[in-house]
């Protein structure tokens, strides 16, 4: 059971959520708490310790634009007065804790920080129960989904400290000769670096798998690493972080400190001590990257993956990977199918094809597994029905009647929904699909293109010369041919075009981009050629 067991020490006597630094369970200094609503009961569940405060908030964006010494002191001295703001001192003490340990870190072989890493995967999937209890309350996330994301997060880590081992082993040399005017008298040997501390802010979707894919290349690479997980999702995360602490890694090296993103997210964001942002989640992202510093960032963001379905596809599979691609975890997945766009003469068959699928699908708690659980908030649910309505009142077909209870929305798919909707270009993070019966490929390109997302989309036909020529015209960072978008197996590539993100994630491709080249150049006295 959740914060028993193991995990007793990281819950406090009043059943509020620690936070950890410098290798220990503690209480903010704030006194402060955030609640996490369980969305299905839409009850407090969980708390967890609280954020900064207004005028944490405020020195943080004065020392942003004005870089004024004695804002800072005049704000801390306020907040020393009135006793209000510490979280900004427990922040500052992780980064500081953060920095020192990453410099022994980096100076430890690669095989043990790999084994340290194999270690905490296999405590992580030890104690799946627990944790994918967590997402169960706190994100509405279905049980065996909930198992499944543990499960894939011990495995992401392990094959990361695989992948570490390997290409972080190599390096390259360099000969100086052929470039123009050179002779062979520089040998170039290069390696790859670390970054030095990574802040890592997953989103609440997948807030184990979407933290540890972060996490394990930040340190296999040999950086130390600060997690901020999504406040909805932050019990499952500390639960997890508290699988690494058990694994025995050096104090400080890994941290993870709470509160809400809005509150504390821009101190820890423009904060000087963090050499690398790597962020999932929403439009926050793009704030995110114009206000940090000249440091590397990771942004993966949303996506409204289109799925473009032509005459000759096979209709059943079409229609199951719909479904499947549609309404898993109700719709609250990046790479969810956002939007359809079929061609008129198969539309009417596809149409029906997915209702009769989702008339299968079972709608209620994540504790009894259903298909459709509640979307994680109120707001969230308040903003899908704002889709659903405009879409209503500018004469979208309704394929099922539209429901809701709470925060719980019953599937639904859109038809004869046209440009001029905002279910079109939105992405709603619900059960709720948009139809748009398009009568030319290249139709349905544009509309892919005219997005300002570009994370992935996929195409459907029996005819691979065409699925390629679509797959080169779609501006997304992935296209799938003949199934639905998805992120993974995790050791593939996985970026996003435009708003979607920048920089690109995947096992291999997050170790290396938390890492720098570093280069020695041994000059030699003359030419060397050959032997002999
Ligand atoms: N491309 C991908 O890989 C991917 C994967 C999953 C989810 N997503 C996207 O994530 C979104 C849904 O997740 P969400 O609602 O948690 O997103 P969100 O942007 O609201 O929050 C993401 C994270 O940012 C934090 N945050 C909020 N304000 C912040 C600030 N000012 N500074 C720093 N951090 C801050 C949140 O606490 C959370 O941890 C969707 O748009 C979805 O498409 C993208």
Not at 53 to 63: E, F, G, N, Q, S
Not at 95 to 117: C, G, Y
Not at 195 to 220: C, D, T
Not at 458 to 464: E, N
Request: hydrophobic share 40%; with cysteine; proline share 5%.
């Amino acid at each position: 059971m959740a914060g028993t067991g193991v995990f007793t020490e990281i819950v406090d006597g009043d059943q509020v959520y620690k936070y950890y630094a410098d290798g220990e369970w503690k209480k903010s200094a704030s006194g402060k708490s955030v609640s996490i609503v369980n969305p299905t009961t839409r009850k407090p569940q969980y708390k967890v310790q609280g954020g900064a405060t207004r005028i944490a908030k405020l020195t943080c964006v004065i020392r942003f634009h004005c870089g004024s010494i004695f804002f800072i002191a005049f704000f801390r001295l306020v907040d020393w007065v009135f006793g209000t703001a510490c979280t900004q001192e427990e922040v500052n003490k992780v980064m500081e804790a953060a920095k020192a340990a990453q410099k022994l870190w980096a100076r430890t072989p690669l095989w043990k920080r790999a084994e340290h890493l194999h270690k905490a995967a296999a405590i992580l999937k030890e104690h799946k129960a627990p944790i994918a209890e967590c997402l169960v309350k706190e994100i509405a996330k279905p049980a065996k989904d909930a198992v499944t994301e543990v499960v894939r997060s011990g495995d992401l880590v392990s094959y990361t400290a695989e992948e570490g081992v390997r290409i972080l082993g190599e390096g390259k040399l360099l000969v100086s000769d052929s470039f123009p005017g050179n002779e062979r008298s520089k040998y170039c040997l290069s390696s790859k670096v670390p970054l030095g501390v990574v802040l890592a802010i997953p989103p609440f979707n997948y807030p184990v798998n979407l933290a540890v894919s972060k996490i394990a290349p930040a340190l296999i690479a040999g950086n130390s690493l600060v997690l901020k997980p999504p406040t909805q999702g932050a019990v499952a995360a500390l639960h997890m972080i508290q699988c690494f602490h058990l694994a025995g890694f050096p104090k400080g090296l890994i941290s993870c400190v709470t509160g809400k993103g809005s509150e504390i997210g821009d101190f820890l964001t423009m904060h000087p001590g963090v050499n690398c942002i790597s962020f999932t989640g929403g439009d926050t992202g793009i704030a995110i990257s114009k206000k940090a510093g000249m440091i590397p960032l990771q942004m993966e963001l949303g996506g409204k993956d289109a799925c473009i379905v032509l005459e000759d596809a096979d209709l059943d599979l079409v229609a199951s990977n719909i479904v499947k691609g549609g309404y898993s975890y109700s719709g609250q997945r990046c790479t969810a199918v956002k939007v359809v766009l079929v061609m008129e003469s198969v539309a009417d068959a596809i149409v029906e094809k997915v209702k009769a699928t989702m008339a299968k699908l079972s709608v209620g708690s994540p504790e009894d597994d259903c298909d459709i659980t509640p979307v994680v908030s109120e707001s969230s649910a308040n903003f899908i029905e704002g889709l659903v309505k405009d879409a209503k009142e500018k004469g979208a077909t309704f394929c099922q009647e539209y429901q809701r209870e709470g925060n719980l929305i019953w599937p639904l798919l859109l038809d004869h929904v046209r440009p001029d909707m905002r279910i079109a270009w939105e992405e709603p993070f619900g059960p709720v699909l948009p139809v748009i019966r398009i009568s030319s490929v290249e139709e349905g390109i544009h509309h892919c293109n005219a997005s300002n997302f570009g994370l992935q989309g996929c195409v459907f036909t029996r005819d691979i010369n065409k699925a390629i020529l679509i797959s080169d015209a779609m501006e997304t960072g992935t296209v799938q041919i003949n199934s639905a978008p998805a992120r993974g197996p995790d050791h593939f590539p996985f970026q996003g075009l435009k708003d979607s993100g920048i920089g690109s994630q995947g096992i291999t491709n997050s170790i290396n981009m938390m890492t720098k080249i570093k280069s020695t150049v041994i000059n030699l006295p003359s030419p060397s050629y050959t032997m002999g």
